[in-house]
């Protein structure tokens, strides 16, 4: 099989195929059919971008880059420290909870010793 030779794409121009696929959220073999450029292609382009979350979903309002990183960095942070003014009081009562079933069948408790003969 011979190898077609390779197309390259202006900034410009990619910047123009990938806000019209996102206008009108076209498939990447529908960007395929109507501007030539590979999946492949298309996909490295969004992710380059920033158009694309984990596994391939599009990314919330919150993580798109732009005016609104400052808000998505706020909320982050935000959430952040209510995660971690939370959390060890919920580690604390889990692993209270936890103990106290794993104690509960036994004559002993955690706090009382061990009989010696």
């Known amino acids: 099989m011979a190898k077609r030779p390779r197309k390259t794409y202006t900034a410009q121009k990619r910047a123009e195929i990938l806000a019209a696929a996102t206008k009108e959220n076209l498939t990447a073999n529908q960007v395929k059919a109507r501007f030539g450029v590979t999946p492949v ?20 309002l919150l993580t798109q880059a732009g005016a609104d990183s400052s808000i998505a960095t706020q909320v982050r942070a935000g959430v952040q420290a209510k995660v ?34």
Request: hydrophobic content about 30%; charged content about 30%.
């Open 41 to 60: 292609t298309y996909y490295s382009w969004r992710k380059k971008e920033g158009l694309v979350g984990r596994r391939g979903r599009r990314p919330s």
């Open 84 to 117: 971690r003014a939370v959390l060890p009081g919920i580690v604390r009562e889990e692993v209270t909870t936890y103990l106290n079933a794993l104690f509960a069948g036994s004559k002993r408790g955690p706090g009382r010793p061990r009989k010696t003969l």
